[in-house]
Structures are given as structure tokens and as C-alpha cells.
């Protein structure tokens, strides 16, 4: 166990529905950050929240969203799915002062969308 | 132009042969770190190794070495005596500037196979 809890791992959801998932950070981590990896593809970074605000954007859709809570937990919500948003996205969480293995991964959540 | 590249799509090394897992990078910043993940085929990401950039000897953990070259900018992964075990996806990393908190950005792989 990382310490980063995703939810769900598995997620199968037609195009056009909407679905949340969501990432707890290791403890005492106040930044989260979202990947997506799709097939044959390296990690793209979507959104980093650092302490409830937004740090940084990547590569995210309009039809992506995501927030960080007071809780520190973070929920990426994506809309309007089509069947490229197919993909394994994972969250990471680091600490707040630099680190080298400072980032640790959830297991992912692997959407399937048909 | 990509930050980070790894230009072996797959290699093949038999058991207990030595492997090299090539990354360059392109960076303008002075402080870096460079990482390495194994992402076997259950899908975990699972850190191997890190370098900073100011870091003056090359970084070991057990069998994983990081040959750091930076006036070259690459940071080749060296996977002593392979086990069958190793067979994954290997990306390479790099986080730009030394503020905490900063996305990292990902390489597209090398898949590595280890064969009996």
C-alpha cells in the first residue's frame, strides 16, 4: 500500500456520462496531481492542487475538472466522455518541501469508456 | 520539442545480463531532479530511483544505477543482473526547478522484456 488511495480501480461508463474519481494523498501531502495514461502512451499531466488550490494545469480538457478538498482529498470529474478518454489515470501526491522519492502513486483507476 | 525522451520503444535482455535504459532531457533550469518508475503489468507506478542535478555522484539502489551525464543531459538507467521479475514498462522523469511541489513530467517508456 503507497499510502495513495484511489477510487474506484475499475470504472466502465458509456459516452456522453459523467463520472468522479477520487484520490486520497499519503498522509501529511499537501499537493496531489493527476495523470492520465492512455494506451502506448507515457503519463500526461492533467492538474496539480497544492493545500486546496490550483498549482499548476497540464494537458486537461474543458470537459475535465477537478478540486481539492479541505480534507486534502482530491476528485477528478470528467464529462461529456468519449471513447479516447478510455485511460488509466492516476493521482500522486508529494510532500510539501523538496524531495527525491517524495511522490508516491495511487494504484489508478482504469476507465473504460464504451 | 519534448523534455523528456526515451527513444527504445522495447529492449530484450536475457537473466542476469546487465541493461541499460537510455533518457535525455532538455531543461534551461539549474535544479532538476530525474526519476525512474517501473510500471509492471498490474499497472502500479512504482519509484526506482532519483538524481538531483547537483548531486555529484550517480545514484545506486541495489541492482538499479543511474548513469548521470549532464553536460550530455541523459540519465541511462542500469539494471544489474536482470530477473525475470524486472519485465515492465520503465519511464524516466525529470521535475524542473527546486521548488516542492512541482508536476513531473514523463518520458513515453521503454518496455523492457527478460527472458529465462
Known amino acids: 500500500d503507497s499510502g495513495v488511495t484511489q477510487t474506484p480501480k475499475h470504472l466502465i461508463t458509456a459516452t456522453g456520462q459523467r463520472v468522479t474519481l477520487r484520490c486520497s494523498p499519503r498522509s501529511g501531502d499537501l499537493s496531489v496531481y493527476w495523470y492520465q495514461q492512455s494506451l502506448d502512451q507515457g503519463l500526461q499531466f492533467l492538474i496539480q492542487y497544492y493545500n486546496g488550490e490550483e498549482r499548476a494545469k497540464g494537458n486537461i480538457l474543458e470537459r475535465f475538472s477537478a478540486q481539492q478538498f479541505p480534507d486534502l482529498h482530491s476528485e477528478l470529474n470528467l464529462s461529456s466522455l468519449e471513447l479516447g478518454d478510455s485511460a488509466l489515470y492516476f493521482c500522486a501526491s508529494s510532500v510539501s518541501s523538496p524531495g527525491d522519492d517524495g511522490y508516491t502513486f495511487g494504484s489508478g483507476t482504469r476507465l473504460t469508456v464504451v | 520539442a519534448q523534455k523528456i525522451t526515451q527513444t527504445q520503444p522495447g529492449m530484450f535482455v536475457q537473466e542476469k545480463e546487465a541493461v541499460t535504459l537510455d533518457c535525455t532531457y532538455d531543461?534551461?533550469?539549474?535544479?532538476?531532479?530525474l526519476f525512474w518508475y517501473k510500471q509492471p503489468s498490474s499497472g502500479e507506478m512504482i519509484f526506482l530511483i532519483y538524481?538531483?542535478?547537483?548531486?555529484?555522484q550517480n545514484a545506486t539502489e541495489g541492482r538499479y544505477s543511474l548513469n548521470f551525464q549532464k553536460a550530455r543531459k541523459s540519465a541511462n538507467l542500469v539494471i544489474s543482473a536482470s530477473q525475470l521479475g524486472d519485465s515492465a514498462m520503465y519511464f524516466c522523469?525529470?521535475?524542473?526547478?527546486?521548488?516542492?511541489?512541482?508536476?513531473?513530467?514523463f518520458g513515453k517508456g521503454t518496455t523492457l522484456s527478460v527472458s529465462s
Open positions: 522523469a525529470m521535475r524542473e526547478g527546486s521548488q516542492a511541489g512541482t508536476a513531473l513530467i
Open positions: 531543461t534551461s533550469d539549474q535544479s532538476y531532479g
Open positions: 538524481q538531483g542535478s547537483y548531486d555529484e
